[in-house]
């Protein structure tokens, strides 16, 4: 096949995709069989940026929560990433069993039998449940992010450090984590995109009470308002991509700096 | 001591963590599916619900739909996928960057889509009219909150797509940078190449992923949800609609199938860490 031809369909492909959304997000009363809207109408726009729409507030929450739980799991799965690879472990099949288990098993199957439990808890409606809530689908994302990452850290590197006389919180401060940069931005791009993106989980244990972004989209998709369900749908991708090339741009960054 | 403990004591928070909120939460819905601490009040041992479940005809029909929605999903997005990965392997990385987009956009926005593009009065069947092949609404047939469920296959087949490129993608560009020119001297065609060294090599990944859709097609929620009927509905949405609508009561019921849901997931998901286990420790030593 001629590259060109690639090109044109990748091209094409999210064209196809993007296209449906911004007419629809624009059109008022586009009637069958007309192909473009016959006018534009930036109603939907105009709503989603008001004061009355919740836009802010679940922007804020699904930004606050995806970073909340970016942050604890960097902060379980740093150190476990680094005992699963630099020791030798009795039942590593297992413990890996275990972490990487809810990449098969849907989550929400498991939140359904520890809803009650989080009713009882007082975790259900809050933001820390929330977070709670978000660890499971994303932990192990970050945890096979870091798992690569480490791979590159030779333990010689740390055996050298450690000739030169630095201690273990010196070692890690200037050769693991200048090594681990790449993963940990990795990691956090994923953990933060699965996170922005769930849907039941969050309807479960939010109860329909703390907004996110999801939570405000849903029901305009499923048989709401359709301009509003496509603007809110480019927002949503919109809000992704940012964080995402915020993230990428970290990643180049760094890759500088260790080469 | 120390250094012996200390590879327990660094993976502790992490599976504390694991076991604590997703294996309790396996654990706590089993035994509720079991009838012990029920919410409602009592709590006797009792396989009522799984009976119930066996026996009803709308439990099957949901299984039915979910399997085979998930089945033809992930046979068509493994030969889309590779066939992807293969036009990825003459793009620059610039180009490669650009098909990540579609892991981008969560499911419930790329079924969405679906629905504009695919509806009766979507913008396929405009352009279908546009070009003069249909003439009234009627003629673009039903693929959207249709009973056979299109619409969520066709969601599945365009999110998984670049999913499986993107596991197999790695494998593939491995084995030609390695492979092809050895190939291509000793004669091989492209096609012959293709098929004598680059599919016996890439097949354990490529089964893998394809495992890994299954499990996620056959469980997922939010696809069937929004691009699906009431009846027959898939386990998920059964499972969804049974916990939250239903009466508290009724809870056991979904818990029991999020079981089996569970169940199944585990055992597509073991079956693809063999392969995948065999296709590092075997398949990279070689080459």
């Known amino acids: ?259 | 001591m120390w250094l012996k403990i200390r590879p327990y004591l660094l993976l502790m928070p992490a599976v504390g963590l694991t076991l604590l909120l997703f294996f309790g939460g396996l654990a706590l819905g089993l035994l509720q599916s079991l009838g012990l601490f029920s919410i409602s009040g009592g709590s006797s041992f009792t396989f009522e619900w799984y009976q119930t479940l066996l026996v009803d005809q709308a439990f099957w029909k949901s299984f039915w739909l979910s399997f085979y929605t998930a089945g033809i999903s992930t046979l068509i997005s493994a030969v889309l996928g590779i066939l992807t990965a293969l036009g990825l392997l003459r793009l620059s990385y610039k180009w490669q960057r650009m098909t990540q987009f579609a892991l981008l956009v969560p499911h419930f926005i790329a079924g969405y889509v679906v629905i504009l593009l695919f509806m009766q009065s979507g913008w396929v069947s405009r352009w279908l009219h546009a070009f003069g092949l249909i003439d009234s609404i009627e003629q673009f047939p039903i693929l959207v909150n249709d009973p056979f469920g299109w619409g969520v296959i066709l969601t599945y087949i365009w999110k998984e797509t670049p999913f499986i490129a993107l596991m197999v993608y790695p494998v593939l560009a491995r084995i030609y940078q390695s492979w092809l020119e050895v190939a291509q001297t000793l004669g091989a065609s492209r096609l012959s190449f293709f098929r004598e060294i680059v599919l016996p090599l890439v097949l354990p990944a490529w089964l893998a992923s394809a495992l890994i859709v299954l499990a996620f097609t056959f469980s997922a929620f939010e696809v069937p949800y929004l691009l699906g009927v009431t009846f027959p509905e898939t386990l998920s949405v059964f499972s969804y609609q049974t916990y939250l609508s239903g009466s508290l009561e009724e809870r056991p019921l979904a818990l029991a199938v999020n079981f089996l849901l569970a169940v199944a997931t585990g055992f597509l998901g073991w079956i693809a860490y063999q392969w995948s286990k065999r296709w590092s420790v075997q398949g990279w030593k070689g080459w």
Not at chain 1, 7 to 26: M, Q
Not at chain 1, 191 to 198: A, E, G, H, K, N
Request: proline share 7%; with cysteine; glycine share 8%.
């Open chain 1, 1 to 259: 096949m001629k590259l060109s031809i690639i090109k044109f369909l990748v091209v094409l492909g999210i064209l196809f995709f993007l296209a449906p959304l911004v007419l629809t997000s624009l059109s008022a009363g586009w009637r069958w069989p007309m192909l473009w809207p016959a006018e534009i109408s930036w109603r939907s726009w105009e709503y989603l940026f008001s004061g009355q729409s919740q836009t802010g507030i679940a922007v804020f929450n699904s930004l606050l929560i995806a970073c909340g739980v970016t942050i604890v799991n960097l902060g379980l799965a740093i150190p476990a990433a680094y005992g699963l690879i630099r020791f030798p472990l009795k039942g590593k099949l297992i413990v890996q069993i275990i972490l990487f288990a809810p990449l098969v098993i849907p989550p929400f199957v498991s939140l359904m039998g520890i809803h009650f439990t989080f009713i009882r808890l007082g975790l259900t409606e809050s933001l820390p449940g929330l977070i709670l809530a978000h660890l499971t689908p994303t932990l192990p994302y970050m945890i096979w992010a870091l798992l690569s990452s480490y791979r590159t850290v030779g333990p010689e590197w740390e055996e050298q450090a450690r000739m030169l006389g630095a201690n273990g919180l010196q070692r890690m401060i200037h050769v693991v984590i200048p090594f681990l940069l790449p993963g940990i931005l990795a990691g956090s791009s994923l953990s933060i995109l699965v996170s922005l993106s769930q849907y039941l989980i969050t309807f479960l244990i939010g109860g329909g009470q703390v907004i996110t972004l999801p939570i405000l989209l849903f029901p305009f998709i499923s048989g709401g308002d359709p301009a509003l369900g496509a603007a809110y749908a480019l927002l949503f991708i919109g809000m992704a991509f940012l964080a995402l090339f915020i993230l990428d741009c970290l990643l180049k960054w760094s890759y500088r700096r260790v080469n």
